[in-house]
């Protein structure tokens, strides 16, 4: 069972485009983070969230977390071709005092030229 | 160094050896974490260091992994009688003092790609 869900699996759009990607979950979160990874490289942290009902703005990338810190929610404005990655949600673990964190399973966007 | 570097980038194996991937954190980063991602499987969870407690060792999938991390700094992840389903990337990441619901972020290495044949 996927403690957090992603969706769509996978996402490919034209550049220019605005696209919404989502991350659900049944458990109440803290907080939650937003990944990005590149092929060959390893996730690089995008934002956190904290609030519910927050947004976050990072140039063309707005990020949502849901009133209920069950869902959030990524929408990228005027897609490049350099926004292409694995977007991945994570959340700690509730159980866990050290900061061990869930990933989704991610995002992938392909944004062509 | 000013990122958190992992090595061999890449490593090809024969089924039934042993490996030894290490990971060198950033510095003044207590807690280190080991994960590893599959294709389409998302990050799992292995290992987690922090300080000098003991460490979360609850994702290891098998008594064929073990980690150590000595001097509060690097880290190696051991697999021993490698097996075909072990291929994957594995991943380790460092961040400051976590603790329930940190908003620390995770700074990952580049990943080793293991291949077991």
């Known amino acids: 069972t996927q403690l957090l869900e992603q969706s769509p699996q996978f996402l490919s759009i034209q550049e220019g485009e605005n696209l919404t990607v989502y991350c659900n979950s049944s458990s109440v979160f803290s907080s939650l983070q937003w990944y990005r990874q590149e092929p060959g490289e390893g996730p690089v942290l995008l934002v956190t969230?904290?609030?519910?009902?927050e947004v976050k703005k990072l140039k063309r990338l707005t990020f949502q977390f849901g009133d209920a810190r069950k869902d959030s929610s990524l929408h990228i404005t005027a897609a490049q071709p350099g926004d292409t990655g694995l977007y991945l949600c994570?959340?700690?673990?509730?159980?866990?005092?050290?900061?061990?964190?869930?990933f989704g399973r991610g995002t992938q966007l392909t944004v062509w030229p | 160094g000013a990122g958190v570097s992992q090595s061999p980038s890449n490593k090809v194996t024969e089924k039934g050896k042993d490996v030894e991937l290490r990971c060198d954190p950033i510095?003044?980063?207590?807690?280190l974490y080991w994960y590893r991602q599959s294709l389409g499987q998302g990050l799992e969870f292995l290992i987690y260091?922090?300080?000098?407690?003991?460490?979360?060792k609850s994702g290891l999938p098998s008594d064929r992994f073990s980690a150590e991390r000595t001097g509060g700094s690097v880290s190696t992840l051991t697999i021993q009688r490698t097996q075909q389903e072990d291929s994957a990337v594995y991943l380790c990441a460092s961040s400051l003092v976590g603790g329930t619901g940190s908003n620390y972020g995770y700074t990952f290495g580049s990943g080793t790609r293991l291949t077991v044949v």
């Open positions: 994570a959340g700690p673990d509730r159980g866990s005092t050290l900061g061990r964190l869930y």
């Open positions: 260091f922090q300080g000098n407690s003991a460490p979360d």
């Open positions: 510095s003044g980063h207590t807690a």
């Open positions: 969230v904290v609030t519910g009902g």
